[in-house]
């Protein structure tokens, strides 16, 4: 089975400062990682998806991951956050071809001015 | 059109009562889930339809009903629930594709009080 591991359940920031999420995950099999971003009252958004090839992803609103396989991680990063980043951020894993998605806990990143 | 539509957005309800939620999207997608979010928590699946057929059933307890009327269309109908089953409920949906299900559209959910 896939599992997933957010180290930081909440992550304070300045406003222009860069920041990391991190995130593990453990599976047997080939897999696909995701990041999902979501706001206050809303559902959950994909900021960006790691299926196959280049290691380093590009997603929506300025964000970026690094998929480290001798790690199993997968950690997102942005160089400089707004505070319309203040969200709660989901990593996500599901098997090659699976409809499942297991996602992490969460990860609430809040900017501070 | 490129939106998963949820109503209603908010629900209460009684424990004898009697609710459908409903997610309906156009975007030609033949996957759509039920996921369960408690406050604080990541979504939890609890059904998945592959066109039209359900694929997924996470050991969801029978007081909670998937239908799927057509592929554009996906009911959750609720019977008898109990006050530990408030949560936001969220539906998604996802088009095929060469690698399978990648990527998941959610709607905005519908938050559900049981009294």
């Known amino acids: 089975a896939q599992s997933v591991t957010q180290l930081d359940s909440q992550v304070p920031v300045f406003e222009e400062a860069p920041v990391e999420l991190r995130c593990n995950y453990s599976?047997?099999?080939?897999?696909?990682l995701f990041w999902y971003v979501q706001y206050p009252n809303q559902g959950l958004q994909l900021l960006l998806k790691?299926?196959?090839?280049?290691?380093l992803v590009k997603g929506i609103n300025g964000f970026e991951a690094e998929f480290n396989k001798s790690q199993t991680s997968f950690h997102l990063r942005k160089p400089s956050v707004h505070i319309s980043d203040t969200a709660e951020y989901f990593c996500?894993?599901?098997?090659?071809?699976?409809?499942?998605?297991?996602f992490g806990q969460g990860t609430r990143l809040t900017i501070n001015p | 059109d490129t939106e998963v539509t949820q109503t209603p957005k908010h629900l209460v309800m009684g424990m004898t009562n009697k609710k459908s939620l409903k997610c309906e999207q156009h975007?030609?997608?033949?996957?759509m889930y039920w996921y369960k979010q408690k406050a604080k928590k990541p979504p939890e699946l609890m059904f998945v339809?592959?066109?039209?057929?359900?694929?997924i059933n996470e050991s969801v307890p029978s007081r909670f009903s998937p239908e799927c009327p057509n592929s554009s269309l996906l009911n959750l109908h609720l019977h008898a629930l109990q006050p530990e089953d408030s949560a936001l409920y969220l539906c998604?949906?996802?088009?095929?594709?060469?690698?399978?299900?990648?990527?998941?559209?959610f709607g905005s959910g519908t938050q559900l009080s049981v009294l």
């Open positions: 599976s047997s099999v080939s897999v696909y």
């Open positions: 998604a949906s996802s088009p095929p594709s060469t690698g399978g299900w990648e990527k998941l559209f």
């Open positions: 975007m030609g997608h033949r996957a």
């Open positions: 996500a894993v599901s098997v090659k071809g699976a409809q499942k998605l297991v």
């Open positions: 339809y592959s066109y039209e057929k359900l694929s």
């Open positions: 790691y299926l196959s090839g280049s290691t």
